[in-house]
């Protein structure tokens, strides 16, 4: 079992940049994929980056160049910096855990991305 917390969220005005991390507890961190994931209203989740536990990322291409995903497995973190934030990317930021059939959900972080 893995619990994740995510925090960071809020609003922010177009151009700016946030910060989300999660934490995790529960498990074994580092053998997790971890992923970010956001949902708009009216919209499916879609997933926004992820990362190995040998530090492999993969972004969507609506992303990609302004924002970054990390983790530190001795702190069982995971991290992701928004920079150059567009109002398309207000939505509830997850974050998620995998392996194997295992697939754990954090509560969500709202952002809000609006002048």
Not at 44 to 72: C, M, P, Q, W
Not at 79 to 103: G, H, I
Request: hydrophobic share 30%; aromatic share 10%.
């Amino acid at each position: 079992q893995v619990q994740l917390v995510e925090s960071g969220g809020g609003l922010v005005q177009p151009g700016g940049s946030l910060r989300l991390s999660c934490a995790a507890t529960g498990s074994i961190f580092s053998i997790y994929v971890m992923y970010w994931y956001r949902q708009s209203p009216g919209k499916e989740r879609e997933l926004v980056a992820n990362i190995t536990s040998g530090l492999t990322t993969h972004y969507a291409d609506s992303v990609k160049g302004r924002f970054t995903i990390s983790r530190d497995n001795a702190k069982n973190t995971v991290s992701l910096q928004m920079n150059s934030l567009k109002p398309e990317d207000t939505a509830v930021y997850y974050c998620n855990a995998q392996r194997s059939f295992e697939s754990y959900w954090g509560q969500g972080t709202q952002v809000t991305v609006s002048s």
